[in-house]
């Protein structure tokens, strides 16, 4: 167990619907990541935010946004969905950034349809 | 612009073979990480190790062992008698400073056969 938590596990909706998916980092852990991975597109890196403030883009589409709250958990809001998004999402901690190792969540499992 | 390539996309051995899963890295910065992350059956992402790019020293866990060469650019990760439960996806990942962001390797996948 890396003590990285996300919520929901899994989650099925349709197109054009907004989901949102939950993530608390390991205690102690200032920084936390976001990756979609898709059968296709292999593991990639959305977003990173650090103690509240974004830190680094990656792929993320403008459909998607998030943000880490003042506790420490993050939120990434997926919206106008579409097929293609269905994929899994994991959530990564750390206790600094750059340089560290990330301590992965179990991920969420999204099925659009 | 950084990238990391892992060549191999499948392996395939029989229990208590050795194994190498390759990894080759490009980055501009001078100040870089490299890791290695297990994804096993189960799916979740499991942390190997760590190499900054100031230490070349090769490390030796276990049955794991990782050599990294700057001259080569690589960060090559070796199983010494393959079990089965090593079955799993191999990510290796590079983080430099001046981006920030994580870049993973597109994975190998390691089949151990009993």
């Known amino acids: 167990d890396s003590g990285v938590t996300q919520t929901p596990k899994h989650l099925i909706t349709a197109t054009g619907q907004r989901v949102t998916l939950r993530c608390s980092p390991r205690s102690g852990d200032l920084s936390v990541y976001w990756y979609q991975q898709s059968l296709d597109q292999g593991l990639q890196f959305l977003i990173q935010?650090?103690?509240?403030?974004?830190?680094a883009k990656g792929n993320i589409l403008e459909r998607f946004s998030a943000q880490q709250f003042p506790d420490l958990h993050s939120e990434l809001n997926l919206s106008s969905l579409e097929l293609g998004d269905s994929a899994l999402y994991f959530c990564?901690?750390?206790?600094?950034?750059?340089?560290?190792?990330?301590?992965f969540g179990p991920g969420t499992r999204l099925t659009v349809l | 612009a950084q990238k990391v390539t892992q060549a191999q996309t499948e392996i395939s051995v029989v229990e208590k073979e050795d194994v190498t899963l390759d990894c080759v890295y490009e980055t501009r910065d001078t100040t870089y990480y490299l890791f290695w992350y297990k994804q096993p059956p189960s799916g979740e992402l499991v942390f190997l190790i760590r190499r900054n790019s100031f230490d070349e020293q090769n490390e030796i866990s276990g049955r794991y062992s990782w050599n990294f060469q700057k001259s080569t650019s690589s960060f090559n990760f070796t199983i010494t008698a393959s079990q089965v439960v090593d079955s799993a996806v191999y990510f290796c990942?590079?983080?430099?400073?001046?981006?920030?962001?994580?870049?993973f390797g597109a994975g190998t996948r390691l089949f151990v056969k009993a």
């Open positions: 990942a590079l983080s430099a400073l001046g981006g920030f962001k994580t870049i």
């Open positions: 935010y650090y103690n509240g403030e974004e830190r």
């Open positions: 990564a901690s750390s206790p600094r950034w750059g340089g560290d190792e990330q301590f």
